[in-house]
């Protein structure tokens, strides 16, 4: 019966201790834990569509933030279009992903867009021809991507 105790004392030591190290571990990520100087508290997404085109027959743009999601649609969007949202970084995995998808003009010979979060492109389309579709998507998990 002793054996059997220290074994369980052992197994509940290793587990508390790879708990301790995962959590330990959270403040590297990119989201959840903040920045490694502790200073950062929101991220910058910013997002944009372009085309040789002075305007696009719809837009749709969603940021998917766990605490205050955003989404704009519209019709007949002038061009270039550019936004910018920040997220909140106060909750673990606050942004889960972004995207865009614009259509073009009957006018237009190329449309394009991109994703950028923290000045750093992540996602980047074109699409040729007139009435083309163009859709960027940033989608962002845990692990190996």
């Given amino acids: 019966m002793g054996r059997h105790t220290r074994v369980r004392a052992a197994a509940v030591t290793m587990t508390v201790g790879l708990v301790a190290v995962t959590l330990t571990g959270c403040d590297s990520l990119p989201f959840g834990g903040g920045d490694s100087t502790g200073t950062s508290d929101s991220m910058i997404v910013e997002v944009e569509v372009t085309s040789d085109s002075a305007s696009a027959t719809g837009v ?19 061009l270039p279009y550019a936004e910018t949202f920040e997220v909140s970084l106060d909750t673990p995995f606050p942004l889960t992903g972004t995207s865009v998808e614009a259509i073009a003009d009957a006018g237009a010979s190329w449309i394009s867009c991109q994703i950028t979060m923290d000045g750093e492109i992540v996602a980047e389309e074109r699409a040729e021809g007139a009435g083309a579709t163009v859709f960027c998507a940033k989608k962002l ?3 190996p991507q």
Avoid: K
Wanted: proline share 9%.
């Fill in 60 to 78: 749709r743009v969603e940021v998917d933030a766990r605490n205050d999601p955003e989404r704009v649609e519209t019709t007949d969007m002038p």
């Fill in 141 to 143: 998990r845990i692990g």
